[in-house]
């Protein structure tokens, strides 16, 4: 009976996630402009923080919001730039209390690349930083981190043709390696996206080496010293674009779109083995409009993907997800945005079990950003591990402990009633949410992925109403 009970709960916590959609809100009050990008959204713990390209003082600069309570609530505007020249196309990536932005500016007479960082969780914010010096265009950054280890990828001129530049720093952005040249070849390689978990870096772009635009795939296996082989992940007759790509553990999860006729339509890949083999394409919607501008986010065995979709007459946001890793995909397709004006280009990331969505939106006449949440769209990776019931209530040390990047968290709870699990840093401050709700009573594993997090001491804590205990856990990358 008891198992059948707790059937019943997974079953009801699956139907109901969907489902759970908050409103949306508009986080700006300027005018902001649209990009063709898939990272203007990053969240580490509790903190949302998102960046954007905003025209309000004439001229565009890139401004910057957080939030500090899961996106219930968020500070004002914060314009990071100042300049009469252009700023625009930013990206951002975060790892603890370490925030990363990266942008295209042409304040010095050419398009080139420029950084900025915070390492008090947004707070405050260091100098503007330029990392490119050339004669010729970059563009369009991307920016990832794991660790120490910064990673940002672009498009550039310098060889006459467009090919796909990396930087990397191993100081938390304090200092820079040189550039290095990922593509060699005559044709264009650009839409470049980029994730990195550990020690592996993995990149994903467009390109047109061999006739029409392809999506093509490069890792590095040892933090971005070195680079393995251009590889080429789609074959189709006509064009393939827009790829987005996201890391969890040794599982790669690629999106994109792919014109089929007269329409556009996402199409999904993956590796289980870090990028080293990939299973067979599937195509993840299928209507006679456009589907495009595809971003994904994965965390644990659940997959999420946002994207622009005209099915309805006029672009809107729509959502579908995988919650088995990506063998599967739920049929249902979630539309997030119901307005007679443009919802464009969506950016996804998840914390805990809350799901975060920004985009575009020109329904009050000019472009702004919107966000929406769903509190509990993410299934937390939490399984019951015995039928018997507990004496009583317990929190077992973490094992693998040191770990990296994954650990396994045991509890029993001996009656049914409200759990949290939560991680802090040794600062005290709160890191992941990764259970909040009602379990029946039984004993319980979770596996806990801190690909997020930089090395360090962590504790982890789990309440209920009769029941506090706190544990210590070590990671190392």
């Known amino acids: 009976m008891k198992k059948f009970i707790f059937t019943l709960i997974i079953l009801f916590y699956a139907f109901t996630a969907e489902a759970q959609w908050e409103n949306e809100y508009n986080l700006t009050g300027g005018s902001s402009s649209p990009m063709v990008k898939n990272n203007t959204i990053a969240a580490s713990g509790t903190n949302i923080y998102v960046v954007w390209e905003d025209h309000r003082d004439g001229n565009p600069e890139i401004y910057y919001k957080r939030s500090t309570d899961s996106g219930l609530n968020w500070d004002a505007d914060t314009r990071l730039t100042n300049d009469p020249g252009n700023s625009a ?43 490119t010096n050339d004669a010729a265009g970059s563009y369009s950054p991307v920016i990832t981190a794991s660790g120490n280890n910064v990673n940002i990828a672009w498009e550039d001129e310098r060889n006459g043709n467009p090919e796909i530049y990396y930087k990397r720093s191993t100081n938390n952005g304090s200092g820079w390696e040189p550039d290095f040249r990922l593509t060699q070849d005559p044709n264009i390689s650009e839409r470049v ?122 672009p809107e946001i729509f959502y579908k997800r995988s919650t088995d890793g990506g063998a599967t995909w739920n049929n249902t397709v979630t539309r997030l945005t119901n307005d007679p004006a443009v919802s464009r280009t969506p950016s996804v990331w998840v914390t805990g079990s809350a799901l975060h969505v920004v985009w575009f939106d020109y329904r009050l006449g000019n472009c702004e ?71 029946s009573a039984g004993a319980y594993n979770y596996d806990f992925d801190a690909s997020q997090l930089t090395s360090g001491i962590y504790f982890y804590k789990l309440e209920t109403n009769e029941f506090t205990q706190t544990k210590k856990m070590v990671l190392i990358k």
């Open 89 to 131: 196309v930013p990206a951002i990536t975060v790892v603890g209390t370490f925030v990363h932005i990266a942008w295209v500016d042409n304040r010095n007479g050419n398009a080139e690349i420029y950084y900025k960082r915070s390492t008090n969780s947004g707070a405050t914010w260091e100098a503007v930083v330029r990392l």
């Open 193 to 314: 996206s980029m994730f990195s978990s550990g020690s592996f870096v993995h990149t994903v772009w467009q390109d047109t080496r061999d006739g029409n635009y392809e999506i093509y795939y490069k890792r590095s296996t040892n933090g971005g010293v070195s680079w393995d082989a251009v590889s080429r992940l789609t074959n189709g007759i006509e064009i393939s674009q827009v790829a987005s790509i996201s890391v969890t553990g040794q599982s790669v999860h690629i999106v994109w779109e792919e014109f089929l006729g007269n329409n556009q339509e996402v199409y999904y890949i993956r590796s289980t083995n870090n990028g080293a083999n990939w299973e067979p394409e599937i195509r993840l919607t299928n209507n006679t409009a456009d589907s495009q501008y595809p971003a994904i986010f994965s965390a644990g065995s659940s997959i999420h993907i946002v994207w622009e979709d005209y099915r309805e007459g006029n």
């Open 369 to 439: 950003v919107f966000y929406r949440r769903n509190s509990s769209g993410n299934p937390v990776s939490i399984t019951e591990i015995t039928s018997e019931i507990p004496s009583e209530f317990s929190l077992s040390q973490n094992y693998p402990n040191p770990f990296n990047p994954v650990t396994n968290i045991k509890f029993s709870i001996p009656k049914s009633g409200l759990v949290k699990l939560t991680v802090y840093d040794a600062a005290g401050r709160e890191t992941a949410a990764l259970f909040n709700g009602v379990l």
